[in-house]
T-cell receptor, first 110, second 113 residues
Framework: GQSLEQPSEVTAVEGAIVQINCTYQTSGFYGLSWYQQHDGGAPTFLSY????GLEETGRFSSFLSRSDSYGYLLLQELQMKDSASYFCAVREYNFNKFYFGSGTKLNVKP | DAGVTQSPTHLIKTRGQQVTLRCSPISGHKSVSWYQQVLGQGPQFIFQYYEKEERGRGNFPDRFSARQFPNYSSELNVNALLLGDSALYLC????????????FGSGTRLTVV
């Protein structure tokens, strides 16, 4: 089976840097994705890591360590609009399924 | 360009009834996946369809079924509704079966009473 663990809630101030961790256990790992979801909205794709290392996309970066079954999402220069839930999702080896964590609610304060 | 569109946006059904949810993917996207999101939880995978064939199925009972049409739109059907089926049902589309980034629709909020 699959299991993913993320912190349930994180609070940070505007302009700061925050890291959201994700540890996973899966029978067939192929990659790790991150999604953002505002209250009442659709999940929005942020990043994907298939290989170890850091992927950078603007203010957001994502890291993966396959040997540690661990990844994180790094958000820099936090803005109020970054307040949302963030989900990590493991892609199963047969490509067709993503298993999502329970999400981390990020609260950005002025 | 239109994103992923789902209908209806909200729905209230009674236990034991049947429901059909609809999804139109982004133009040109051939893969459609369905997810169930219970309040406070992450999306759970239900089905993936590609080129009108089922390519993946999650751990959901046989009461859940789906299909994809020649125009790549899709329907999710749920029979014999239970209170526990109350959730946000999300449709996601991608260009190909093996894409790693999906575009989600805003979902259908199903309430079973």
């Amino acid at each position: 089976g699959q299991s993913l663990e993320q912190p349930s809630e994180v609070t940070a101030v505007e302009g700061a840097i925050v890291q959201i961790n994700c540890t996973y256990q899966t029978s067939g790992f192929y990659g790790l994705s991150w999604y953002q979801q505002h209250d009442g909205g659709a999940p929005t794709f942020l990043s994907y890591n298939a290989l170890d290392g850091l992927e950078e996309t603007g203010r957001f970066s994502s890291f993966l360590s396959r040997s540690d079954s661990y990844g994180y999402l790094l958000l820099q220069e936090l803005q109020m609009k970054d307040s949302a839930s963030y989900f990590c999702a493991v892609r199963e080896y047969n490509f067709n399924k993503f298993y999502f964590g329970s999400g981390t609610k990020l609260n950005v304060k002025p | 360009d239109a994103g992923v569109t789902q209908s209806p946006t909200h729905l209230i059904k009674t236990r034991g009834q049947q429901v059909t949810l609809r999804c139109s993917p982004i133009s040109g996207h051939k893969s459609v996946s369905w997810y169930q999101q219970v309040l406070g939880q992450g999306p759970q995978f239900i089905f993936q369809y590609y080129e009108k064939e089922e390519r993946g199925r999650g751990n959901f009972p046989d009461r859940f079924s789906a299909r994809q049409f020649p125009n790549y739109s899709s329907e999710l059907n749920v029979n014999a509704l239970l209170l526990g089926d109350s959730a946000l049902y999300l449709c996601a589309s991608s260009l190909e079966q093996g894409a790693y980034g999906y575009t989600f629709g805003s979902g259908t909020r199903l309430t079973v009473v």
